[in-house]
């Protein structure tokens, strides 16, 4: 029996319908709701569980962080089967309204920043969100009543270099990013989303983000403990009722 190279599972260990998050820890946020979850691979960090949600099996994996790592899971399980993959995770607000903090954004569709999408195709390629998935999560979105708005998310490697000022060395340079991004309609920044866009379409794969405003790159605000708790809470109901109700065809 094929078994994926990095994540260590076989097909059998692994759902038609996939949540990818980054932080390891927030997979056991999402086992907590799922039925009979089982841990099917921890293997170099990268958390993996499988259960079931409303009676229809979901799989959720952790990359970490990154683009690079990202496209592996998502690749691997593809691999084995899986045929919808929505990233849940967080994202930076890159506007100076500071209105974002702590609401969703649903990724329409993803300037590609980062490098590895490259080596799927060419930068005329489009980051485009799966239409039936988007759809989905918006529902979702919608009958959870939570505040969130849909749109572009940028994507880069480099969260010190191109994303967060580390030192004051770099604030200008970041800042007239960020300014220039928002100015292009961009709502929110990542290192994931338009690599796994690529990816998913080019794999067959339903693929979609759906991202908690945690980190305001404006006035540099964070969501406190309390806040991010909740808010990631409510992001793990969200992207489980969205990919159960997503067909697989």
């Not at 683009?67 to 399980?77: G, K, M, T």
């Not at 691999?79 to 309204?97: E, P, S, W």
Request: proline share 2%; hydrophobic share 50%.
């Amino acid at each position: 029996m094929k078994r994926a190279w990095y994540l260590g599972v076989t097909a059998d260990e692994v759902a038609s319908r996939c949540i990818l998050v980054g932080d390891p820890g927030r997979v056991e946020r999402f086992a907590d709701q799922l039925e009979g979850a089982r841990l099917v691979s921890q293997e170099r960090g990268l958390r993996t569980v499988t259960g079931a949600f409303g009676g229809v099996p979901v799989t959720v994996s952790a990359f970490g962080m990154g683009a690079p790592i990202a496209a592996v899971v998502l690749e691997e399980l593809a691999g084995l089967g899986a045929r919808i993959a929505l990233r849940a995770g967080t994202a930076m607000a890159v506007g100076v309204n500071g209105d974002l903090l702590g609401a969703f954004v649903l990724a329409r569709a993803a300037v590609r920043g980062e490098a590895t999408s490259a080596t799927y195709a060419p930068l005329s390629y489009p980051a485009v969100a799966d239409l039936l998935l988007l759809d989905r999560t918006r529902a979702a979105l919608e009958r959870g009543g939570v505040r969130y708005r849909e749109g572009l998310l940028a994507s880069y490697d480099g969260f010190y270099t191109e994303l967060f000022a580390a030192h004051e060395g770099r604030t200008g340079q970041i800042a007239a990013r960020l300014a220039e991004i928002a100015r292009l309609g961009v709502l929110a920044a990542d290192m994931e989303t338009s690599a796994l866009l690529v990816a998913g379409s080019l794999l067959g794969v339903r693929t979609g983000s759906l991202c908690l405003v945690s980190v305001d790159g404006h006035s540099r605000a964070r969501l406190d403990n309390g806040a991010r708790h909740a808010g990631e809470e409510r992001l793990v109901e969200l992207a489980l009722r969205a990919v159960i109700s997503t067909p697989l065809e």
